[in-house]
């Protein structure tokens, strides 16, 4: 019913830049926070950046002035910028909606990942 499709990742060196989009498609009504969060090996997934339906942004404080989160409503699409990229950013990116379904109920989705390497 509905998909979260991201897109933007790759290998960069430290220092580079990336941009991550992701895409909500489907019998969507309504979203509300959209958000990236990343998972490491070995490590818990964790929030990277959110942003709600009217356009506050919060951000873990390892990203806070390298990555910038947006939104675009009319396209149902989440960006993340991300800027001087450090190896410890390496990790799979996810990005998270809440959101209603038509004629159903509020809830997470997840995208499928995707993964982010820093490395000279």
């Known amino acids: 019913q509905v998909q979260l499709v991201e897109s933007g990742g790759g290998l960069v060196q430290p220092g580079g830049s990336l941009r991550l989009s992701c895409a909500a498609s489907g019998r969507i009504a309504s979203i509300y926070a959209m958000g990236w969060y990343r998972q490491a090996p070995g490590k818990q997934r964790e929030l990277v950046a959110g942003?709600?339906?009217?356009?506050?942004?919060n951000y873990a404080d390892s990203v806070k002035g390298r990555f910038t989160i947006s939104r675009d409503n009319a396209k149902n699409t989440v960006y993340l910028q991300m800027n001087s990229l450090k190896p410890e950013d390496t990790a799979v990116y996810y990005c998270?909606?809440?959101?209603?379904?038509?004629?159903?109920?509020?809830?997470?989705?997840w995208g499928q990942g995707t993964q982010v390497t820093v490395s000279s």
């Open positions: 942003i709600t339906g009217g356009g506050s942004t």
């Open positions: 998270n909606a809440d959101l209603k379904v038509r004629f159903g109920v509020r809830d997470d989705y």
